[in-house]
């Protein structure tokens, strides 16, 4: 077993339990704390069915941002499909057999072109922070390099276009990697930075502004349905409150 | 203290996003609470000596107890989608009230002390400590937010700066900075039941004026009932409607509707006042006891009904935290939502045939709507999905024949706010406030210069002050601004036959 076998293997590992972990243990703790008021805003929805379909709006459509910016709303939408089809794509990397529709070519063609479409929703992304001066004054360090982050890793997946692999030893290093029968991950420079900035990312989601992936199933201005009036709602503390007198 | 000339903004057509000028308002700040105000609250007197370890512990307190200031200081993409919907930024082009940019005082705070990449890397994230400066701009800017939630609307997590806002002037009063036009204010309505500090003498007094006026005005013999025990209805209003233009109008409005209806109502002298300033300064505690003086009287006066006059805020607290507040209501009339706003009693006897209207009466009038952000981003009406933007209008149309919107971009769930709520109705705010109406002013005036508008109707005690001075500065008329009541007042043929 090579050096940068053992490495990488290490490191998936550990990049796994800290998302993993990291991420169950925010939505725990996002769960646990109340809501003590009615806050949703309008156009509100008086049920609990109501409040699903305007999630999934929401998550699908990215509906509020459309009404608030289109350029943020078109390169923010495209990335974030882009996104979902680049990691179908991926899927064939970690089922074995690989699950018979992830590797239909529509799939596979989608998830490949989907890299170009990243790409360019992202330096769309970057370029309004660097040339819309409200989006300038707002943007931190932090803010850049997650853009660029996630753009260097789009580009190292699609130079291996180019840069050849052996796609199949990487397909065994990670189902080796689920099933703990490790075997030989290729030591190829470009695959190696690709996955050593999807480490970084793993590491950094449950620590970063990533959190709005789960935030957004827990903004209570999105997901309470509008009903204050028929239904009293009440959290633990605030009633702690009432039997003090 | 006087406050300091400022320069005039110019209404243009349609305004383009302004550049950002930084610290162009950081001077303006609200005057401070004094130590007896504070303390009748419950909060300290003055800035105590480990304030930053009292500032961070109830910063850690509240991060438990809402979710809302949790999940929105960590879900913040910084995507910027928020940064031209305030009117306080269109208006004072100052970055730090751009709704983002207005979270981030609290963010970086949040992330130096709360989260690890803010420990260990502050630059990178844009942590900082809790300094007397940062507490000075949070100050500052926190006071600059009417808490319109305008921002939430459009922001693709739905982050709330309001609750932002509420939580940094909760953290504030804890430590003994407070505000003291809202916090007097509460301290008023504490000891005596209104904001205005207005006791039960004055207060029948001027309702019995305001029966004569009304019997001059029309020969119809309305009342302005207090304290009837066994009335079917509370009407609770905000305290500006027995006096202030042109709220007062409204009220005469609501009192012509019941009398019309045959409904039986009354006001209390114990729970004299719609508004609740305790949502203002983000205290649960505060607004639950405001609230609760509502409950006494309903259960003192023994009433079924319990209705709101026109107010935003109000409205928000009744409609949308009364119920968990001072609930539950189990021993009203089960029939009636609780708890209802006078245009939903209206719209309802429009619905029934019970009122008739002369829209001609109003015929010298062409209206357009202003949407009062608390109404029409934090409450409903008629339980109907949008019915906080139809029921008014509806009533509206019922009583005028001349009705024009704004652009849509500046009403319903996108209106701009008066410049004036969340607790900066006061004087020494008053540049903000002229600044921050200017959104709303430039839609007027296009609907003044396509239609001819003449008036603008209001549903909120706040907006219908704030308008009459911001018309007044931007060159329109102090009476242009009325109450939705007024119309309904105006325009309904009253039964004579008691005279
Ligand atoms: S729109 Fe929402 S997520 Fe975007 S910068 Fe504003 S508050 Fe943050
Ligand atoms: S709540 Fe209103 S005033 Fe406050 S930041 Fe948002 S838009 Fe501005």
């Known amino acids: 077993m090579s050096f940068v076998t053992i490495f990488y293997g290490i490191s998936f590992y550990v990049a796994t339990l800290i998302l993993f972990i990291g991420l169950a243990y925010r939505i725990y703790e996002y769960s646990i704390i109340p809501a003590p008021l009615k806050i949703p805003t309008p156009p509100a929805p008086k049920t609990k069915k109501g409040v699903a379909v305007r999630l999934f709006r929401e998550v699908v459509f990215f509906e509020s941002l459309f009404s608030a910016t289109k350029w943020t709303w078109l390169f923010g939408w495209l990335f974030h499909f882009a996104l979902l089809l680049a990691a179908l794509r991926h899927l064939r990397y970690f089922t074995d057999p690989v699950w018979f529709w992830v590797s239909w070519e529509i799939v596979q063609a989608a998830g490949h072109y989907a890299g170009y479409m990243m790409v360019f929703g992202l330096i769309g992304l970057l370029g309004r922070r660097i040339f819309v001066d409200r989006v300038r004054y707002i943007s931190n360090p932090s803010d850049y390099l997650m853009l660029i982050l996630i753009i260097s890793i789009a580009l190292t997946g699609l130079l291996m276009k180019w840069f050849h692999t052996d796609i199949y030893a990487v397909k065994?290093?990670?189902?080796?990697?689920?099933?703990?029968?490790?075997?030989?991950?290729?030591?190829?420079?470009?695959?190696?930075?690709?996955?050593?900035?999807?480490?970084?990312?793993?590491?950094?989601?449950?620590?970063?502004?990533?959190?709005?992936?789960?935030?957004?199933?827990?903004?209570?201005?999105?997901?309470?349905?509008?009903?204050?009036?028929?239904?009293?709602h009440i959290s633990d503390w605030a009633k702690k409150l009432e039997s003090k007198k | 203290m006087a406050v300091k000339e400022f320069e005039k903004p110019i209404l243009k057509e349609y305004s383009p996003i302004p550049k950002l000028v930084e610290q162009a308002t950081s001077h303006l700040a609200p005057f401070k609470s004094k130590e007896d105000f504070q303390k009748s609250l419950g909060y300290p007197g003055e800035l105590v000596d480990n304030w930053q370890e009292v500032a961070l512990g109830k910063m850690g307190d509240l991060l438990k107890k809402y979710r809302s200031l949790r999940v929105y200081m960590d879900s913040c993409i910084q995507c910027g989608a928020c940064t031209d919907k305030c009117h306080y930024y269109l208006g004072t082009k100052d970055p730090n009230n751009m709704p983002v940019?207005?979270?981030?005082?609290?963010?970086?705070?949040?992330?130096?002390?709360?989260?690890?990449?803010?420990?260990?890397?502050?630059?990178?994230?844009?942590?900082?400590?809790?300094?007397?400066?940062?507490?000075?701009?949070?100050?500052?800017?926190?006071?600059?937010?009417?808490?319109?939630?305008?921002?939430?609307?459009?922001?693709?997590?739905?982050?709330?700066t309001a609750e932002i806002s509420m939580a940094a002037r909760e953290i504030m009063d804890s430590v003994g900075v407070g505000q003291k036009y809202c916090n007097e204010i509460i301290g008023k309505v504490h000891k005596i039941g209104n904001n205005l500090g207005l006791p039960k003498p004055a207060l029948a007094d001027t309702l019995?004026?305001?029966?004569?006026?009304?019997?001059?005005?029309?020969?119809?013999?309305?009342?302005?009932?207090?304290?009837?025990?066994?009335?079917?209805?509370?009407?609770?209003?905000?305290?500006?409607?027995?006096?202030?233009?042109?709220?007062?109008?409204?009220?005469?409005?609501?009192?012509?509707?019941?009398?019309?209806?045959?409904?039986?109502?009354?006001?209390?002298?114990h729970a004299s006042e719609a508004a609740n300033f305790g949502m203002f300064i983000g205290s649960y505690d505060n607004m639950r006891k405001l609230a609760l003086r509502i409950r006494e009287a309903a259960l003192d006066l023994g009433v079924k009904r319990i209705v709101f006059g026109e107010c935003g805020h109000a409205w928000r607290v009744a409609y949308s935290f009364l119920n968990t507040l001072a609930g539950p209501f189990d021993f009203l009339d089960p029939r009636y939502p609780v708890p209802q706003h006078i245009c939903e009693v209206t719209h309802d006897l429009i619905n029934k045939n019970?009122?008739?209207?002369?829209?001609?009466?109003?015929?010298?009038?062409?209206?357009?709507?202003?949407?009062?952000?608390?109404?029409?981003?934090?409450?409903?009406?008629?339980?109907?999905?949008?019915?906080?933007?139809?029921?008014?209008?509806?009533?509206?149309?019922?009583?005028?024949?001349?009705?024009?919107?704004?652009?849509?971009?500046?009403?319903?769930?996108?209106?701009?706010?008066?410049?004036?709520?969340?607790?900066?109705?006061?004087?020494?705010?008053?540049?903000?406030?002229?600044?921050?109406?200017?959104?709303?002013?430039?839609?007027?005036?296009?609907?003044?210069?396509?239609?001819?508008?003449?008036?603008?109707?209001?549903?909120?005690?706040?907006?219908?002050?704030?308008?009459?001075?911001?018309?007044?500065?931007?060159?329109?008329?102090l009476d242009q601004i009325i109450s939705l009541h007024q119309l309904v007042g105006d325009a309904l043929i009253m039964n004579k036959k008691e005279l």
């Open chain 2, 101 to 160: 940019g207005r979270q981030n005082l609290m963010r970086g705070v949040y992330r130096k002390h709360f989260t690890l990449p803010g420990k260990f890397f502050p630059k990178l994230v844009g942590a900082v400590d809790l300094t007397k400066e940062v507490l000075d701009d949070w100050y500052s800017y926190y006071h600059q937010c009417s808490q319109c939630r305008r921002c939430a609307v459009f922001c693709p997590i739905g982050i709330d």
């Open chain 1, 172 to 232: 065994m290093f990670f189902v080796g990697l689920m099933y703990f029968q490790w075997s030989e991950l290729p030591s190829d420079f470009i695959l190696l930075l690709h996955l050593s900035l999807v480490l970084l990312l793993m590491i950094i989601f449950p620590y970063s502004k990533l959190l709005h992936a789960p935030g957004l199933f827990f903004s209570p201005t999105r997901n309470q349905p509008d009903n204050a009036r028929d239904q009293r």
């Open chain 2, 354 to 477: 019970v009122l008739q209207f002369d829209k001609s009466a109003n015929d010298g009038k062409i209206i357009t709507f202003h949407d009062s952000c608390n109404v029409a981003r934090a409450s409903n009406m008629g339980d109907i999905i949008g019915g906080q933007f139809s029921l008014p209008r509806d009533i509206i149309k019922a009583t005028t024949n001349n009705f024009y919107d704004m652009d849509d971009e500046t009403i319903m769930e996108k209106t701009f706010c008066c410049g004036g709520g969340g607790g900066l109705l006061t004087d020494d705010l008053i540049e903000l406030r002229m600044k921050g109406a200017q959104p709303r002013m430039e839609a007027l005036k296009r609907v003044v210069e396509d239609h001819g508008v003449t008036h603008m109707a209001a549903i909120c005690a706040i907006c219908k002050s704030q308008f009459s001075k911001a018309f007044q500065y931007y060159g329109f008329e």
């Open chain 2, 208 to 269: 019995e004026g305001l029966e004569e006026d009304v019997e001059e005005d029309i020969g119809v013999d309305v009342k302005f009932p207090l304290d009837v025990k066994g009335a079917d209805v509370l009407l609770i209003t905000p305290s500006a409607d027995f006096f202030a233009e042109p709220h007062v109008d409204g009220l005469i409005g609501y009192a012509k509707v019941f009398h019309q209806a045959g409904i039986s109502w009354t006001l209390s002298s």
